[in-house]
Each structure stands twice: as C-alpha cells, then as structure tokens.
C-alpha cells in the first residue's frame, strides 16, 4: 500500500482494529492477531513501520507488538513474493514424498524453502501439518488447498499462479 | 452407525442452516433451553463425555468447577486449532457442518450460564474461517445467537478468532494468552482456566468434537447416549487415518472401535497389499505401535493398557518401506520447531534430541547415541512447563523401545539401511 494513502487511513485510528471487531472483546490487546494480519494485508509484511502503526493504534508496547508478530510463523516478517507455497512435510505428507516435492519446486522455480524466487513469483514456506494428511501430500498456495499432490501434477497446479 | 457429528457432509448443502434445519438441526437447543442449566450438566456427566481434544478429560466435570466458580462473565472456547500432525478430524465439522458445533455451543453456552463464546480456529483452515463466519451470521438472523436466544431471554454472542500458525496455541492456556492477543506460552497450572482464564474470568476450553456431540446427547439423553461404544468412555468418535491404507479420511465409529478393525475394514487395508510395520494411533505424540500390538480398543481408557494414547484419534499407518529412524526424526524436528521456548528442558532439549536422530539417519550415529537419546528423554519427561515436553519424550521413549534394532543398525552399518 502505498504510504500518503497510509497517513490518511491512519488518521481513523481504527484501520487495523476495526469497531466491529473490537466489540467482540473486553480488551484492545485482543485484537492484536487481527490486527496484525490486517497490516499484513496493507503493508505486504510486517515492517517495523507497519508494527509500529499497529502499535500505535493498539497502544500495545512495541515489543510486544514484535514479540507477538515473530511468535508465529504466518505472520510475513519480510517481503515475500506474489505467491505464497506453503508445502507440509510433517509425517503422513513425507511418507507420500513431500520431501521430493520441495527439490521439484526448487528446480523449477528457483526457490529455495524459506525463500522468495528472484522474479517474485513464488515464496515457499515448509509447513508443519496442514489439516490435509488424507489426502497428503499437501499444500497451501495463497488461501488454496491443493491435496494429493504428485511429482507430474505440482508444476500444473503452481503454473497456474502467474 | 448412522453417523451425526459427520450427517450429511456429502451433501453439497451440508453447511447450509436451512438444510441443517430441514435435517432436525436446532431442535436440541430448543430442547435444552428451558431445562435447568444444573441438569444439563448432570447429563454430560452421566453421558460420560469424555473431551476429544486429546487428553479425554471428562467434560462434565470440568463444566461442573467452571460452573461452580461464582465470576462472571465466564467464556466458553472451542479449541480449533487442531495442529496435531496427523489429525483433520475436526476439519469437516467445520468446514461441512458447522451449524453442528454452533449448536452445541450454544447449548454448552446456556449449561454454563456464559454469554460469550469463541471458536479459536487455527489459521492454516482459510476455507473453515469463511464457511463458520457465514454460519454464524445465518445462525444470529434466526436467533440462535444473540442477545435473545431463541426468545428464551438467553444471550450469547459467537465470534471467531484466527490462530497465526503456531502448534502450541492447542494447548489450553497458550490458546487463552493467543486469544488475549499476546505470544502463545502455556501458563503455569493451577490456577485452572475453569476460574482463572481468559481475561482472569472462568473459562472452558473444549475441542470442536468434544462440543459437537451435544446436540446428540440432548437429543437422545444420556441413558442412551452412554450405550454408544466403549462403557467408560462412550460417544460416537471421529477417527482420522492417513499413511499407508487404501482408503485413507476421517471416519465416524463408535468410540472404542479397535485400531485393527479401522485398518483393515474400514480403510481397506494397507496400500497396495504391503505389509504393516508400525502405527502412530493418535496423533504424532503419542506412542507408537508395532504391527502386532494393533488389537486395541480406540478409546481413552483402553489405549494406556495397550502402551499408547488416543489423543485425537489420529491415525498414521506405515508399511514395511519406512524408516523409523527417520520418522522419529522428523516428529523431533517438529517438536522442536514448535516449542514455545518457555522452559529449558523442551526448548534445549529437542533440539537435541534432533541433532543426534540426524547424525543416526546420517550414518554418523556414535555406538552410545541410543542410550543418550533414552537419557535426554527421561530428563525432558515430567520437567517441563506443558505435556509438548511429556510427548517429545514419550515419541523418542516409545520409538527406541520398539524398534531399537533398527536404531542400532542405523549405527553399525553407518547409514539408512532404506
Ligand atoms: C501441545 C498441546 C497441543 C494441543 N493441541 C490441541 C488442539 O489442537 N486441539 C484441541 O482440541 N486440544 C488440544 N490440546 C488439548 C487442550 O489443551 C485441551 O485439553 C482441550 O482443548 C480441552 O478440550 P476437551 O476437554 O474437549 O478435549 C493440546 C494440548 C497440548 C499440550
Ligand atoms: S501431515 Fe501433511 S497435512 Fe498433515
């Protein structure tokens, strides 16, 4: 998101943290998880200005803000690419070839687990389990369940996303 | 069986509050309404619900403290966070039917005497968080949720509350600190979140499943519901078996089916005519199985008598071509990645434990690695902050008992013999 339109939102002191949502709550603090994916959503990641936006609206402490965003792992703490491929590895997904996959992606699109590919397509993250061990094994890509992926179809599935 | 907590979920119109009306939806909270709070407690109690989050506490014992406790408001939580590797059995509650659980919470709700509920969904299911927000929203228009419940004077107000990816947020206290909007690190117990939990008010913590068998229990009674299943432990239970079986998905049995009977009946046996070699039985922390120890009783009173768990009823089969070096391996690897970093013990101490499966699975396994391994694990058991500490251990423990051969040839032969 760009950053004038920013200073303008924030001038609402309830971009992050909506009333609707703070309603749902005795506390401001307990709006933090939301509020933060919230500032994922507009600033692209968790910058340290976008912590400091949400701890400013919050009036959270700053480190614990931080704290908060790097405790968990779906919280983007850099800048990641226009897809982001979440792939299990936990153990029904590894004994159906996960791990294959993982080498599959990298040599296909140049991204390494952990990492962004250089044209900024493509992040990958390994996952623990996903919910999905039935029909392993599994991924994510964005907010897409892929199920019963295979060496042949994964490359189908992700050239999908441009 | 005919199944309840899995009704109709081929339906295309399962999630629909229409359809679930149509199928006799909602007629236990307008059952369990006008009855005294007490009884309904009573009832669970004499169901003998036993929670199915994993550590099978009884349900109505735990309604009676929280019950007991005179602060208001009191919060009823329902545990979606369902991280267990292994385990997506509250899956298609929530994303197939999940009128099902807004139901029995608001019963659970009205037993309880809270006004406010939240459904602490992990945020690996984007697919669960849209479909449970849209029944929410139909189930507020018809008055099943609000400041009138069903003009019965009742309020109760339903929100969900999206996890950030972080397994520990399971536990109970560790979801209370998450739902508190602060870092997921598991409290010191007691105090017991029954009277001091979410914002230090009286809260219930209780899994999807475990709240979804209440319209049951209302609708049949206890009498009947306790004939379901196991005796001490009764109740339909979902069951959710992946890894090497022909038809692997969650299945809806009567609890206390026996873990070989799920196998070999209900998923067809293992893959590809294969030879079994060992099972996880529920969920990757609990102990695991070789293939001739599988005749047991799935519940929560039989499998500590057979050297296990149920835990989530989290079933993962595998056949004769896996190596249980490198399982082990990667269920530390796990535990490592998700401890909290509170205590010293699990925090160090998986780490650890990882280093030295790896040189095994490496081949670089020194002749004294096994006896190492059992001895880290015997000093995280019993010392650490939370049980993740208790099911690192436990995996190593039961891995090595079992299977200590094949440890030892990782060593001898100086490399994965698969
Ligand atoms: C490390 C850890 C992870 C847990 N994860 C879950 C979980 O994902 N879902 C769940 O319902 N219970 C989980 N539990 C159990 C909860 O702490 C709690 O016992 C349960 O939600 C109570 O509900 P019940 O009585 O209905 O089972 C976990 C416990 C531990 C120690
Ligand atoms: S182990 Fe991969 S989805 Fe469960």
Redesign the pocket.
């Known amino acids: 998101m760009k950053k004038e339109v920013m200073q303008n939102d924030l001038d609402n002191k309830s971009l992050f943290s909506p009333v609707s949502l703070r309603k749902r709550y005795p506390t401001l603090q307990a709006t933090l998880l939301p509020a933060l994916y919230e500032a994922q959503k507009r600033f692209e990641w968790l910058s340290l200005e976008a912590l400091e936006a949400v701890s400013k609206e919050l009036d959270v402490p700053k480190a614990t803000v931080r704290g908060v965003a790097t405790f968990y792992s779906m919280y983007k703490k850099h800048p990641m690419g226009r897809h982001l491929i979440q792939l299990c590895t936990n153990i029904s997904c590894m004994l159906f070839g996960a791990e294959r996959l993982v080498d599959i992606i990298k040599k296909h699109y140049g991204v390494e687990a952990g990492k962004t590919s250089d044209d900024g397509r493509f992040s990958l993250v390994i996952m623990e389990c996903i919910g999905a061990c039935g029909t392993a094994p599994a991924m994510l890509v964005n907010t897409d369940f892929h199920e019963n992926l295979t060496e042949e179809n994964i490359i189908k599935i992700l050239d999908e996303y441009k | 069986m005919n199944k309840t907590l899995l009704a109709n979920i081929d339906d295309p119109r399962s999630a629909d509050l229409d359809f679930y009306e149509q199928n006799g939806g909602y007629e236990s909270l307008r059952k369990a309404l006008p009855m005294d709070p007490g009884v309904i407690i009573e009832n669970v109690k004499n169901a003998n619900l036993r ?5 099978g ?1 009884p ?1 109505g014992m ?1 309604w009676t403290f929280a019950s007991g406790d005179p602060k208001f408001p009191k919060y009823l939580v329902c ?1 979606a ?4 590797p292994g385990t997506f059995k509250d899956r298609p509650i929530l994303e197939k039917n999940p009128h099902i659980l807004i139901e029995g919470m608001a019963i659970s709700a009205h037993a309880l005497k809270s006004d406010y509920g939240y459904i602490y969904l992990r945020g690996e299911y984007p697919d669960a968080r849209v479909i449970l927000e849209q029944a929410i929203d139909q189930a507020y228009e018809k008055k099943y949720l609000g400041d009138n419940v069903m003009g019965s004077g009742k309020k109760f107000h339903l929100s969900v509350h999206v996890g950030a990816g972080a ?2 947020c ?3 206290t560790a979801l209370i600190e998450s739902l508190e909007g602060k870092k997921g690190q598991p409290r010191l117990k007691p105090p017991f979140p029954v009277s001091v939990g979410a914002w230090g008010l009286p809260t219930i ?4 499943e ?1 709240l979804s068998n209440l319209p049951l229990l209302i609708r049949i009674g206890p009498e009947q519901y306790a004939a379901i299943g196991s005796p001490e432990c009764p109740g339909p239970k979902l069951y959710s078996v992946s890894g090497h079986v022909e038809r692997p998905g969650v299945l809806e049995l009567p609890m206390g089916t026996s873990l070989k009977e799920i196998i070999y009946e209900h998923c067809g046996g293992i893959k590809g005519g294969k030879t079994l070699k060992a099972v996880i039985p529920g969920g990757i922390s609990t102990p695991v199985l070789p293939h001739d120890k599988i005749d047991c009783p799935m519940d929560f009173v039989n499998m500590p008598k057979h050297g296990s768990m149920l835990g989530s009823g989290a079933v993962i089969v595998m056949d004769e071509s896996v190596c249980m070096v490198k399982v082990c391996l990667r269920a530390i690897k796990f535990f490592e990645h998700e401890s909290c970093g509170k205590c010293t013990p699990c925090k160090d101490g998986t780490g650890w434990l990882r280093r030295i499966l790896a040189r095994i699975e490496q081949g670089e396994g020194h002749k004294d690695d096994i006896d190492l391994l059992v001895s880290i694990a015997g000093n995280i058991a019993g010392k650490t902050f ?3 500490g208790d ?1 690192t251990a436990s995996v190593v423990q039961n891995f090595v008992k079992h299977f200590r051969a094949e440890f030892e040839s990782h060593i001898t032969g100086r490399g994965c013999p698969f």
């Open positions: 929670g199915r989050g994993g550590a506490f349900t735990k545990n966070d369902e991280g267990e397994y520990i399971g536990e109970e913590v209780n899994n999807v475990t939370c049980p993740l099911g």
